[in-house]
């Protein structure tokens, strides 16, 4: 079975924290300059996941590592303090013991609890001396359409009510219209009502358009104070996929090239299986490095991701698999 000293060397690298973005004045300049050849972005993504794979210690290393970096995310309109409960419990410990214990592996959590505003307050006592951050999700999630200043009170209230990342949604229009401008003053005004929760701005990409609508968005959120970029909510036709995040992580790569911020990232939305989960880690460390393999720049959003590597987890330490049912958050 694996031990610490068999574990892929991204299983061990420090926690580390980065500068707060501090934006930019929007250079709608820059934002004019920003294509995205399509075809060139889908041969990449159709290679990723194809050209090489991860076994064994190593798969179950990567797998842990795709733990640590999950939100894990309820959205439902029947949740319940009871079901927060419950998730916040799999949060501390994510992997059953058993399965820990014969990984040899010692306690880990995911990157945070992803809720309603409502769930905050039983997330946040199921959650306490844990240092599990809550996410809420704001701003009229999901669709972004409530008025103005109710969107920027319910930032407010979430970190009052104890979320430290706050999860917004843009305004589509903005986009599909090229009103960089309205897009920048309305991502700084939700940074601003963050005070100190980061904020992952969510591009809801599925309705954006194009590819290039995609980068440029991206790029405005970025400018504008984000300190993440999130594909989608989950709830739009089409959530995470591999070109929408070329896209976007190369984004992040030129803003860190001209800014020395790095920007983090969070794919979401349709993400349940580990296999994929490993796809979209060897692309972050391909396109941005091992640095992005950390959960204080990179989270899946998911909510049925765990179970299924709790599922191949078991299957590595085991020889057998087991019903997915009995891995719950699956
Ligand atoms: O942000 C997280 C998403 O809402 C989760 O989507 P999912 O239920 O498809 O995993």
Request: charged fraction near 20%; include cysteine; hydrophobic fraction near 45%.
């Amino acid at each position: 079975m694996m031990n610490v000293k068999e574990q892929d060397k991204l299983a061990q690298l420090p926690q580390t924290t980065e500068p707060r973005n501090a934006g930019l004045p929007l250079d709608l300049d820059w934002v004019a300059r920003v294509q995205a050849n399509t075809s060139a972005i889908e041969r990449r993504a159709a290679t990723l996941g194809t050209r090489r794979s991860v076994k064994k210690a190593h798969q179950a290393a990567w797998l842990l590592k795709a733990v640590s970096c999950i939100d894990l995310t309820t959205l439902a309109g029947d949740d319940t303090a009871g079901r927060v409960k419950w998730l916040c419990a799999k949060a501390r410990q994510p992997i059953r013991g058993d399965i820990m214990d014969a990984l040899g592996m010692g306690p880990i959590t995911v990157g945070a609890v992803c809720v309603y505003h409502d769930m905050i307050a039983p997330a946040a006592e199921a959650l306490a001396g844990s240092g599990i951050p809550i996410a809420a999700v704001s701003t009229g999630f999901p669709a972004g359409l409530s008025p103005f200043h109710l969107r920027v009170k319910e930032i407010e209230e979430s970190v009052k009510a104890g979320a430290s990342e706050i999860d917004i949604v843009i305004s589509r229009r903005h986009v599909l219209t090229q009103n960089w401008q309205a897009l920048y003053d309305e991502m700084r005004a939700f940074r601003a009502a963050c005070g100190d929760a980061h904020v992952k701005a969510i591009l809801a990409t599925g309705e954006l358009g194009s590819l290039r609508n995609v980068a440029r968005a991206s790029l405005v959120c970025m400018m504008a104070g984000a300190d993440f970029i999130k594909t989608s909510t989950g709830k739009e036709s089409v959530n995470a996929t591999l070109p929408v995040s070329l896209v976007m992580i190369r984004a992040i790569r030129d803003y860190e090239a001209a800014t020395g911020f790095r920007i983090g990232y969070k794919p979401a939305g349709g993400i349940s299986k580990a296999k994929d989960s490993l796809v979209y880690l060897s692309m972050m460390k391909e396109e941005l490095g091992d640095r992005w393999l950390q959960p204080d720049l990179f989270r899946f959003g998911a909510s049925s991701l765990l179970g299924d590597i709790e599922r191949q987890l078991e299957h590595y330490v085991t020889g057998a698999y087991s019903a997915s049912y009995r891995h719950a958050a699956g």
